[in-house]
């Protein structure tokens, strides 16, 4: 939705870029992570750096998601912009407390075949219990979304990622993210329109 609403292309991964050089970057991370190994910042980078290459965010712009996840990521991916001209210009923190999202992953429950997704706590499904509203199929639920597993990945993203908030701070704009999505998808469609309009505004200046 903030995408269509922008106009903007989404970086994300990068694998929506299909050039010889990122198939092999693909290629490459593919290979370490079957082999159990770590895939360095910069390998991640140079494959974020070859989506971003792509004419649609060269001539619109684009929006990363999840990426960088690190303060060195982050500092790759900045001389990688500088060296195209460009710079981040926002970075939306969506603020939600850790009990609140223990609850939304926790219970999470998902119909395979349609990408439907319910939660127990919030939106429970409304037929029967455990099963799609629309197709009565048996909902699922992702073999990662338990509480351990979401407390170890809570305290990386302290650790870690919560970092680039300083390191970013000048463009930083929070969001309160405990609410119903379209609230929360409004508010962050908003705020990039502001800096957008702002950022136009001091180029005419």
């Known amino acids: 939705m903030l995408r269509e609403e922008v106009n903007r292309s989404r970086g994300d991964d990068g694998t929506s870029t299909s050039t010889a050089t990122t ?5 490459e991370i593919e290979r370490l992570i ?6 360095s910042d910069d390998i991640v980078v140079a494959l974020v ?9 060269s001539s619109h712009g684009f929006i990363l998601d999840g990426f960088p996840r690190t303060v ?20 939306i923190n969506l ?7 223990v609850k939304r992953i926790t219970g999470r429950l998902i119909h ?17 219990e455990g ?18 597993k979401l407390i170890i990945r809570l305290n990386e993203f302290h650790n870690k990622t919560r970092p680039i908030l300083d390191h970013y701070r000048d463009v930083v704009v929070h969001i309160d993210a405990d609410g119903p999505m379209d609230v929360v998808s409004k508010a962050c469609c908003d705020a990039v329109m502001i800096l957008m309009d702002d950022e136009d505004n001091k180029r005419l200046d």
């Open 23 to 27: 198939t092999q970057l693909v290629l």
């Open 34 to 39: 079957e082999n159990g190994l770590f895939v």
């Open 49 to 57: 750096s070859q989506a971003i290459k792509h004419p649609d965010c």
């Open 72 to 91: 060195e990521q982050a500092k790759l991916l900045d001389q990688v912009l500088l060296d195209g001209h460009k710079r981040i210009d926002a970075v």
């Open 95 to 101: 603020v939600v407390a850790d009990e609140i999202l």
């Open 112 to 128: 395979t075949a349609s990408g439907r997704s319910y939660n127990i706590f919030f939106n429970p499904p409304k037929v029967k």
């Open 131 to 148: 099963y799609d509203d629309e197709t009565g199929e048996i909902l699922t639920k992702r073999s990662d979304d338990t509480k351990e």
